[in-house]
């Protein structure tokens, strides 16, 4: 398996480190209520086919990553700095 | 026996080698398979169930029977393919799985219960008496199966493991592969060529024919010159290619070693990851056997194998052949026996149009329906309508026509298509991104078949690559493939299909009458296809016939799938480099080299190792030791190596900000010069790690981390930096590696760090200072692990072996020195301060005491999470000390005196203990339901294991100087 | 019809001619009491157990594929009641003594066979911590031995005790720990709920789940519409489309878990064996193969095969633990997909939907949970209330913050 990171390239995936689904990023404002919070840290779209999540470069560049990803075929349509992202 | 002018092999190199205690020749060249047979040695193994009689069935890795043991100079290996494992001068080999020898085999008295042991007859019965299934049934089945053994000594052999990329691989070195080889390294590509025989030409080799006007053997011979001279080609002689994984990345084995005498650092195996941008598989087609009763016989064997044997090797299975195919090509090997002067008794062709016409007698529209031979064939029974005909012969070339080899383009999931006229499965198209199948691996069967879509695949791969290249094509027979599908020839006693597991026709049918309907449950229940050859020679007959007993298609019965390893890799090659402390990283302190001269046991703290102790003439225990470097730093001076500890460096205009979010306390005001303690959480409200930060300048900190979580903190740090507030200005790296740091703590401390420094400091406690030592520059920190006075002084990594030996040296001077992470957790406990055998990752700040440390005046990770109803309260466990008598344990659980031992009655657990020399008493931390509450009262502590069970006072967790006069001093 | 060995003789004597289907192949009606999504082992004992336990018969169970097709049949098949904290202790007990009946209460062999599990330690405080978990296993009333060194050794004199990067400290003797021939589970469970009268439907999928006013009124399928009072869930793997389909979002993220097999050996390990270190577990299964695992390959996936780091690092933890399996070959390798909670523990609870009940997020470890998950499954839908061993597996417990976390690694669905 392998991905490419927008800054160092070509890489094994042995180099990165995995998180989970996009909703990590969607972080409630403070105060928000529970439900919000179970949102972003418990429950998943967990899709069987074309998802967002996390992978960390972390034997690289150190940057965290959001890649497109299908769960049933792993293919990798892209990846873009979690850092750089358009909200 | 021998055929003299045929073959491969090298008669000018004899090499001897030995079989089941017997010595035998061979050449150079030979496979351990065909050197016996050379020697007329059929019977080679015992079946797995029944423990048949077995002898070689084909002559290459989906070898079902020939199994063997090699038996190394210092180890053994089990379950070898004879028709894979070339011979050389001192090979050791045994046959397996027999009790007694293997003419004789006691368990063959498992063929004549044989009616009592049909598929699943396991599930039905060993069930009364209870006791006797673990005591006595299964002991026995445990014995009578498995194969071959391992020896139970450790496997000193060298493995090893190596990436490799390239534009094209190309898998299998038959005519598809060495045309898409030729073509795709004249493109210029970087191509690497794995083949898993040791000779390159796969069917070729066996068959003859002629190619491009030359004899076939010629034009491979031609090709493989020109690849060999090629920079840009690389050749991979003995790799199976093993498995496809994402993204072009594909598993293989390389027997590097195997063919040759055991030598020190000459590797057995390496396994290879090779990142390929297009795959080329020309892996060929695996001939089928036919199923009738008896046929598994020694010198039953297949067709493609029979002439393989002929004329790779030189060798004739047999002196009187008998060839029984279904397809035009396998009359080639009759033709090639006689033409080579051995003796054809028949050819049975159950297609009724076949032609008759060949130098042998021919038995058209006629099937085997029996034979006969103890220990080896001896003769057939052929049916031709109602006419039984008796044939004397010791070999029986079978083929039931051919399985396209599709494996890898399983791998991924991908489900074969079922084509009625090769009556076999091919490929699924793209099942595999990036991978092709050509020549007979996706049904074309023919050698112009194959050259056309090898040649076809591999312009295609260079066109995708930028690359042009104009290559002909040779020209080779085009014979069409023309067969009547037969499976199993109708009869009444056993057929076997799967030889490995000896799974039968007659099991099928059972399954199929049990209810076992589905492909995959017929599978699991007869265990045909999971035997070491995974079904190999024997799914597509399987199901075949399970389609006949369920009146379903092939089609629609389907197929098991494919996985890898496609064929099996043993764990020392894909575990290569994992033997002994290869396993994980060492990462060794600066004053490693110090500690141990000083006789210290070093320990594993994660990554790390660190010094347990450092024990003097006299001391016996660990105990005593402890105890002394307790007292050293309550009483003088000690000095710990603390690097481990996660050390990050924090720059920026938002750096106090950003310290704010990650932590729950307040760090923006905290002011230049000083340290303070942060506790941080993760998203969900519990405690991910503790530590302290300084304010080296107005934009600079530096945030420490505990060394089990100095990993995980950066990654979280880069996370929420990243995803929450990348525009901030703030910039982070890990100085772990950069910084050596030593604690030197105790009453003298102040003295022994003042010695150090050209200009002595006065810190206030939590205090930071740079500082100059021995022309260095350092940092100064005053802050305490210990309970005493305490500072740690940092220099650049590479001074940190020369600091330690003189600090320690100074502080002996002064009745002090150095202490391990045994006094060290002691001290930690005396003064109450937790590590992760505390913040274990089911801790609230609620749970250790500091909820006052979540700042309410402002956001920080895992603040909300922490709100939860069941964060908090009186039902969760407590941080505690405990303070006993008599020894104490860590895990050990905690309750009410006077009650009853059991879950409901638990009240907590101990995390940590010690014997305070100090205190003169046994301390330790744990967790206690509503534990604040009940300081004062006495618990039990119960720990069953250790056979324990005390009674303990509940305390405040800060036994020693609860105050904090001496830090402060 | 009833198997014993004497059954097996004369059936042998006849042909075996005698013997009838495991189980009917019956036709969907219209409407049923009870529907089970999912055959697989859960589903099939949450069947077993309404008949046995509650006398609920007029079952459908609805498999898409074929009965047993999803992790009962890819796993590595251990048993073990090794939990340490409250809600998961009590469960896992209660499912450890059913497995002890098993046999004869379904009267097939699954070949529960309890040679012991060990699992090591190589520090001080992993020993504290695997004493923690073994008092809190004797305060449930089941067993554990703590093992020095040398007790290991006795057991395991095989392992490499003087050359490994995490040297051996000792070991937590699980005596009653062990494993099980997992088809026959799922095949065990199929047999006795059709011999009771549940109907298993197989290739049958389920795409709908029909809600009316917040009740559950039966379900949709490739072989048609099927009325039902009450509809349980009981699809690891796929828990969250199913339940999508009554609008729920679940707490689970779908991971794919690698386990491999060798060439069958002859005997050479006797026990269960747990290498925390190197996240590596292994046993040797009746038919001679080595049967071994370690972690998740990490990125969710539905894919049901894995990728290279994560075999080759369970191979280099074989390696340093136990080199004489070195010359051992893998014959195979095979990816399950496992529903992953951010505790690391399951789900057994009614929903937001009447009628509607969920069975799901067994990470990886619901082959031993079998029995216990289809009791108190039962339990539940039967009665409406949580059976007592299961009524901290909640599915609101994350929002409310009452976690099972064993692992202490925390919301993280991977690292359970």
């Known amino acids: 398996m392998r991905l490419t990171c927008p800054l160092c390239g070509d890489r094994d995936r042995r180099e990165f480190y995995y998180y989970g689904a996009e909703d990590y990023l969607h972080r409630p404002a403070e105060g928000a209520p529970l439900a919000d919070l179970d949102n972003y840290l418990h429950l998943r779209d967990n899709p069987a086919g074309v998802t967002k999540d996390l992978w960390y470069h972390e034997a690289g560049c150190s940057q965290w990553l959001l890649v497109t990803r299908n769960t049933v075929t792993h293919e990798i349509s892209g990846v873009e700095l979690v850092a750089g992202r358009k909200a | 026996m021998r055929v003299d002018g045929k073959g491969l092999i090298d008669r000018t190199k004899p090499v001897r080698f030995r079989f089941d205690g017997k010595d035998y020749a061979g050449y150079k060249g030979d496979t351990l398979a065909s050197a016996l047979l050379a020697n007329d040695v059929r019977l080679v193994g015992r079946s797995f169930k029944y423990h048949r009689p077995r002898g070689v069935l084909t002559a290459g890795s989906e070898e079902p029977n020939a199994l063997v043991e090699v038996l190394g100079p210092s180890n053994q290996t089990p379950n070898v393919r004879a028709t894979m494992q070339e011979v050389f001068e001192g090979l050791v080999a045994q046959s397996q799985n027999r009790l007694g020898s293997l003419r004789f085999d006691l368990l063959a008295v498992n063929d004549y219960v044989s009616p009592f042991l049909s598929a699943g007859f396991y599930y039905k019965t060993f069930m009364w008496p209870r006791a006797f299934w673990e005591g006595l049934y299964e002991p026995i089945i445990r014995r009578a199966a498995g194969l071959g053994s391992l020896s139970g000594k450790h496997d000193e052999g060298t493995y090893e493991k190596a990436f490799a990329f390239c534009d094209v691989l190309v898998i299998g070195s038959g005519p598809a592969g060495l045309m898409a080889a030729l ?73 590097v070693g195997l063919h040759k005498p055991a030598r020190p650092n000459l590797p057995r195996e390496c396994f290879w990851r090779i990142v390929a941008k297009h795959a080329v598989l020309a892996s060929g087609a695996l001939e089928r056997p036919v199923g009738f009763e008896n046929n598994d016989r020694p010198g039953i064997m297949m067709a493609s194998a029979v002439r393989t044997y002929l004329n790779r090797y030189g060798v004739s299975p047999g002196k009187r052949v008998t060839l029984f195919a279904n397809t035009d090509q396998a009359r080639g090997v009759a033709r090639d026996l006689m033409a080579a002067g051995v003796s054809v008794a028949a050819i049975i062709d159950p297609r009724p149009d076949a032609s008759a016409v060949e130098d042998c007698p021919v038995h058209v529209g006629a099937v085997v329906i029996g034979s006969r031979g103890r220990l080896g064939l001896s003769g057939i029974q052929v049916r031709k309508g109602s006419e039984t005909i008796e044939i004397e012969t010791d070999c029986l070339a079978m083929s039931g026509g051919w399985n396209p080899t599709i494996h890898l383009t399983c791998h991924m999931n991908g489900r074969p298509r079922w084509n009625e006229d090769l009556a076999a499965f091919v490929p699924m198209e793209g099942a595999v991104p990036g991978l092709v199948a050509v020549g007979a691996a996706n049904g074309s069967m023919s050698t112009h078949g194959a050259l056309v879509t090898g040649h076809a695949a591999a312009l295609n791969a260079v066109e995708a690559l930028g690359r042009k290249v104009s290559v002909p094509l040779p020209e080779a027979e085009d014979m069409p493939y023309r067969l009547k599908a037969l499976w199993a020839v109708e ?20 399954a199929a009458q049990e209810g076992f309907r589905s492909v995959e449950h017929m599978k699991r229940y007869t265990t045909q296809g999971m035997a070491p050859d995974q079904g190999k020679t024997s799914n597509v007959a399987a199901l075949a016939v399970l389609a006949d007993a369920t009146g379903r298609g092939i089609a629609e019965t389907g197929v098991t799938t494919f996985r890898p ?138 945030m420490t981390t505990t060394t089990a979580a100095a990993g995980l903190v950066m990654r979280h740090m880069d996370f929420v930096h990243q995803a929450f ?33 050209e200009v002595p400091v006065e810190l206030p406690f939590m205090g930071v200072a740079p500082v100059r030592i021995g022309g260095v520059d350092g940092r100064l920190f005053r802050i305490s692990f210990s309970g005493e006075e305490g500072y740690e002084l940092a220099v650049p990594t590479r001074y940190g072996e020369a600091l330690f030996r003189d600090l320690v040296a100074r502080a002996e001077t002064m009745g002090g020195g150095p202490y391990g992470m045994e006094a060290l957790n002691v ?121 324990l069970d005390v009674i303990c006072e509940v305390c405040h967790p800060v036994f020693h100087d609860p105050e904090g006069e001496k830090l402060r001093a | 019809m009833r198997y014993s060995g004497l059954k097996v003789i004369t059936e042998g004597l006849f042909g075996n001619k005698g013997w009838t289907p495991a189980w009917r ?78 046999e004869s209460d379904l009267n097939y062999n699954v070949m529960h066979s309890q040679r012991g599990l060990i699992n090591l330690f190589h520090s001080d405080g992993q020993r504290d911590a695997f004493v923690r978990r073994g008092n809190a296993m004797i305060n449930q009333g089941d067993d554990a031995i703590l093992l020095d060194r040398d007790g290991v050794r006795e057991h395991l004199p095989y392992l490499d005790f003087d050359n490994t990067r995490f040297p051996i400290y000792g070991g937590l003797l699980h005596p009653r720990g062990g494993s099980a021939r997992h088809d026959a589970v799922a095949w065990g469970y199929a047999r006795g709920a059709d011999q009771r009268g549940v109907d298993l439907i197989q290739n049958c999928e389920v795409n709908g789940i029909d809600i009316e006013n917040g009740v559950v009124r039966g379900v949709q399928t490739t072989r048609g519409a099927i009325r039902a009072k009450k509809v349980g869930i009981v699809v690891a793997g796929r828990s969250s489309q199913v339940a999508a389909m009554a609008g729920m979002r679940l707490p689970i993220e779908s991971h794919v878990l690698q386990a491999f097999v060798t060439e069958g050996l002859k005997p050479v390990i006797n026990h269960v064996i747990s290498f925390g270190m190197g996240h590596f577990y292994i046993s040797q299964s009746d038919k001679g193969g080595l049967v071994f695992g370690g972690d998740l390959d990490f990125y969710a996936s539905y894919a049901s095969r894995g990728n290279l780091p994560m075999v080759e690092h369970v191979m280099e933890a074989g390696m340093t633990l136990m080199p004489m399996i070195g010359r051992a070959k893998v014959l195979r390798s095979w990816g399950g997909i496992m529903d992953m909670s951010p505790d690391g523990s399951p789900v057994i609870d009614k929903t937001h939907v009447d009628g509607l009940f969920i069975d799901c997020g067994w990470n990886y470890g619901g082959f031993k949970a079998v029995p216990a998950s289809g009791w108190c499954m039962a339990h539940l839908m039967a009665t409406g209330e949580p059976h007592e061993v299961a009524a901290k597996f909640r599915l609101d417990r994350f929002a409310t913050g009452h976690l099972l976390d064993e692992e202490g690694t925390g919301s993280q669905h991977n690292l359970h």
């Open chain 2, 183 to 255: 073509t795709a390294g004249r493109s210029g590509a970087d191509v690497i060529l794995a083949e898993e025989s040791h000779v390159l030409g796969g069917r070729l080799l066996s068959d003859g024919g002629t190619v491009g006007g030359m004899a076939a053997g010629d034009w491979v011979a031609q090709v493989v010159a020109e690849l060999l001279a090629m920079p840009n080609v690389r050749i991979m002689a003995r790799t199976a290619v093993t498995g496809a994984y994402d993204h072009g990345t594909y598993g293989a084995l390389e027997r």
């Open chain 2, 491 to 510: 009869g009444k006693g056993r057929a076997w299909l799967d030889f490995a597991n000896d799974v039968t026709t007659k099991d099928v049918k059972l």
């Open chain 2, 565 to 702: 390893p496609y064929v099996p890799v043993s764990i020392a090659a894909m575990g290569a480099g994992g033997r002994g402390e290869g396993f994980a990283p060492q990462r060794f302190l600066t004053s490693d080299q110090a500690s141990r001269d000083r006789g210290a046991p070093m320990i594993e703290a994660g990554l790390w190792y660190r010094p347990s102790y450092f024990p003097k003439p006299g001391e016996t225990t660990w105990r005593e030791a402890c105890d002394r470097e307790v007292n050293m730093v309550r009483q003088a001076v000690g000095v710990a190596d603390v690097s481990t500890l996660g050390k990050i460096d924090i720059q920026g205009r938002d750096a106090g900000r950003f310290l704010d979010f990650v932590y729950t306390n307040t760090f923006s005001t905290l002011p230049v010069g000083r340290v303070r303690y942060g506790l941080m959480l993760r998203e969900d409200g519990l405690v991910l790690d503790d530590g302290t930060s300084a304010r080296l300048g107005e934009n600079h900190y530096l």
């Open chain 3, 25 to 102: 192949d019956p036709a969907p009606k219209a409407e049923y009491d009870v529907i089970i999504i999912g055959g697989g082992g859960h589903g099939l004992s949450t069947a077993y157990y309404l008949a046995k336990n509650h006398g609920i018969t007029n079952i459908a169970v609805l498999e898409k594929g074929y009965l047993g097709s999803g992790n009962i049949g890819r796993n590595t098949t251990i048993v073990r009641a090794n939990y340490f904290l409250p809600g998961n202790s009590e469960f896992y007990s209660h499912s450890m003594k059913l497995w002890e009946g098993l």
């Open chain 2, 827 to 947: 001290l930690r406990i005396e003064k109450g301060f937790i590590t992760h055998a505390e913040i274990h990752g089911r801790v609230t700040a609620h749970d250790i005491g500091l909820e006052k440390m979540v700042a309410s005046r402002k956001d920080c990770i895992g603040k909300a999470a922490a709100t939860r109803p069941g964060m908090w309260g009186p039902e969760r466990e407590q941080l505690v000390g405990l303070r006993a008598a008599a020894p104490i344990s860590a895990g050990a659980h905690l309750f009410v005196p006077g009650t009853e031992v059991h879950r409901e009655t638990d009240q907590g657990y101990v995390t940590s203990v010690g014997w305070s020399p100090t205190l003169g008493a046994w301390l330790g931390l744990g967790f206690l339901k509503d534990g604040r509450a009940r300081l004062g009262q006495k618990v039990r502590l119960v720990d069953h294991l250790r056979g």
């Open chain 2, 725 to 757: 507030c990348a525009d901030w200005q703030v910039r982070f790296i890990s100085v772990t590696e950069s910084w050596a740091q030593f604690a030197v703590a105790g009453p003298k401390a102040r003295a022994l760090v003042n010695s150090f420094l």
